[in-house]
């Protein structure tokens, strides 16, 4: 039984446009601009598809050259809707010249040589190559969200640039080449319904990519303290974890610093609420602006902060903290315009090697901030 093209380009536009329909809801809803992206390239593959389905029917203007360059557009649109969801650079310039570069080769295949077989190389070759860029900005993310997450919507793209060179294949071997897309042997029809498929399951892919972000979201919302922005001791407990199992591995030092806002309750009653959660966020952001990107820093609670450095000997990490005490802690102003300011107290340690946790440092540190506190605040003591 032959496949009738037609056909299959409309029933396949159809169920495309009913995901988009959902997509496009989604999009409207959250208002995330990766859901935007990908919405327009389900509407791309529909609009490409409905157009296909018209041949012989509408002007080739709409259903040869609108119509493969929708359908590439619908790459492109997911290619920039991952990137934005991955906070990647968008190449918009780079893209729009692709697109108007795609219009013009097939303008002048269809109406300076109407070469149908060369229409078909064009097309095919690119969806192999973006397809195969789709899959490789996904598969860079893999150590991130897992096969779980990825493997619908990399194995559609690899898919697609598997039928891009099966297509070319057939396109290249055949005896008799077909002279347009409705005289297109089974082989290739049989490619267009899987392509087809490739671009409907990829949708569902969208989704699952969606769905990843938002855990991810709130993953970090339950690890994260929101008047600092640091790490909460739920997050800093798992990171620490994971800095306590590569220090094992590696055997390189790990320091561990704990800092206490000194006289913070006097803060409180006598600026006010407002001043002490002040003072909290300018601690935070002096401790972004002081430490290493790679450095775990969190807030344990009230005015107790907790700092690990990595590949750091005791020195190294008291020098450090000196650096933070000295920094700039003015972080408002009183009433009569007076700056607000406060010291901190610290304690610092070293892990040994017959520490049998990270808390066995910290422990220690704890009790360097306790004698720093005895001996008159705004000092670092060794623990």
């Keep these: ?154 194995g559609a793209h690899l898919l697609q640039a598997l039928l891009g060179l099966v297509r070319i294949g057939l396109t290249l071997q055949s005896n008799e080449p077909a002279t347009n897309l409705m005289a297109a042997s089974q082989g290739h029809v049989v490619a267009i319904m899987l392509n087809t498929l490739a671009a409907m399951a990829l949708a569902f892919g969208f989704l699952a990519l969606h769905a990843s972000h938002l855990l991810e ?6 690890a994260t303290d929101p008047l600092t922005g640091l790490a909460n001791r739920r997050g800093f407990d798992r990171a620490l974890a994971l800095e306590w199992e590569r220090h094992q591995r590696r055997g390189s030092p790990l320091a561990v610093m704990v800092i206490d806002i000194d006289h913070f309750k006097q803060i409180n009653d006598t600026h006010g609420h407002a001043a002490g959660d002040a003072a909290l966020r300018h601690l935070g952001q002096v401790l972004r602006q002081h430490l290493r990107p790679y450095d775990l820093s969190g807030r344990l ?38 700056p607000l300011s ?27 901030l306790y004698r720093a506190k005895q001996s008159g605040r705004n000092r670092v003591e060794i623990g």
């Design 1 to 154: 039984m032959n496949l009738h093209l037609p056909t299959v380009l409309l029933f396949a536009g159809l169920l495309t446009a009913v995901i988009t329909l959902g997509l496009g809801l989604l999009a409207w809803r959250e208002r995330r601009a990766y859901l935007v992206h990908w919405t327009a390239a389900l509407v791309s593959t529909f609009v490409g598809m409905l157009l296909f389905a018209l041949r012989g029917t509408a002007p080739d203007l709409l259903t040869v050259v609108m119509a493969n360059v929708l359908l590439l557009g619908n790459l492109l649109f997911t290619l920039s809707g991952y990137q934005r969801l991955f906070d990647q650079p968008v190449p918009v310039r780079a893209m729009l010249v692709l697109a108007l570069l795609q219009f013009g080769v097939y303008a002048w295949l269809t109406f300076g040589v109407d070469d149908y077989n060369s229409r078909v190389l064009v097309f095919n070759a690119t969806l192999a190559v973006l397809s195969a860029a789709s899959a490789l900005v996904l598969r860079q993310q893999s150590r991130r969200l897992g096969w779980m997450v990825l493997a619908l919507p990399v």
């Design 217 to 222: 979201a709130l993953e970090l919302q339950a």
């Design 342 to 368: 406060m010291t901190v107290s610290m304690g610092v340690a070293l892990v040994s090697v017959d520490d049998q946790s990270p808390h066995d440092a910290i422990r220690r540190a704890d009790a360097a």
């Design 301 to 338: 609670g009230g005015e107790e902060f907790c700092v690990v450095e990595a590949d750091t000997d005791l020195e190294g990490a008291r020098r450090s903290a000196e650096r933070l005490r000295q920094s700039d802690l003015v972080f408002g102003h009183d009433a009569h315009g007076q």
